[in-house]
């Protein structure tokens, strides 16, 4: 958290937490291709493997505010783990909790497509993509 992300409320305002979903994915699937310059591997490196000519997009965000996330001068916790994995799209599931005291603040998720830039034409997943999003899928989440 940042203490600019702060709304006249004095908690985190709802566009800083999409951004911090966004921090958040990044961190966990790497960086699309082409964008900025190498750091650490992420744990699945699933964005930043994909062919040349592949855009990582977001068809839609689904955002629970379940309580206000305050703002505080350490890192807010978010988790992620893998829902439903179709054919050509996948969801990525987030819940943010309040650093200090633990509580649930946000439950979201998003679901991604791979898109060929050329065309604009939604891709398939390939097995590859699947078998690395595999092992971080959890039960069905209801929000």
Same mark, same amino acid.
Request: charged share 20%.
């Given at each position: #958290?940042?203490w600019?992300? #702060?709304? /006249?409320?004095?908690?985190?305002?709802?566009?800083?937490?999409?951004?911090?979903?966004?921090?958040?994915?990044?961190? /966990?699937?790497?960086?699309?291709?082409?964008?900025?310059?190498?750091?650490?591997?992420?744990? *699945?490196?699933?964005?930043n493997?994909?062919?040349?000519? $592949?855009? /990582?997009?977001? *068809?839609?965000?689904?955002?629970? @505010?379940?309580?206000?996330?305050? @703002?505080?001068?350490?890192?807010? *916790?978010?988790?992620?783990?893998?829902? !439903?994995? =179709?054919? !050509?799209?996948?969801?990525?599931? @987030?819940?943010?909790?309040?650093? +200090? $005291?633990?509580?649930?603040? +946000? =439950?979201?998720?998003?679901?991604?497509?791979?898109?060929?830039? !050329? $065309?604009?034409? +939604?891709?398939?997943?390939?097995?590859e993509?699947? /078998?690395?999003?595999?092992?971080? #899928? !959890?039960?069905?989440?209801?929000?």
């Amino acid at each position: #958290m940042r203490w600019g992300d #702060m709304d /006249a409320y004095g908690h985190i305002n709802n566009v800083q937490l999409v951004r911090i979903l966004e921090e958040a994915r990044i961190a /966990a699937f790497g960086p699309p291709r082409g964008a900025g310059l190498p750091g650490i591997e992420p744990e *699945v490196p699933l964005f930043n493997e994909v062919p040349e000519g $592949t855009l /990582a997009l977001v *068809v839609e965000h689904k955002i629970r @505010y379940v309580r206000t996330l305050e @703002y505080r001068n350490v890192p807010a *916790v978010v988790q992620l783990w893998i829902g !439903a994995v =179709k054919g !050509a799209s996948f969801d990525i599931h @987030y819940l943010v909790q309040d650093p +200090v $005291t633990g509580e649930d603040c +946000v =439950k979201a998720s998003s679901h991604l497509a791979f898109v060929d830039e !050329a $065309t604009g034409r +939604v891709l398939r997943l390939t097995p590859e993509q699947k /078998a690395k999003l595999a092992p971080f #899928m !959890a039960p069905r989440q209801t929000h």
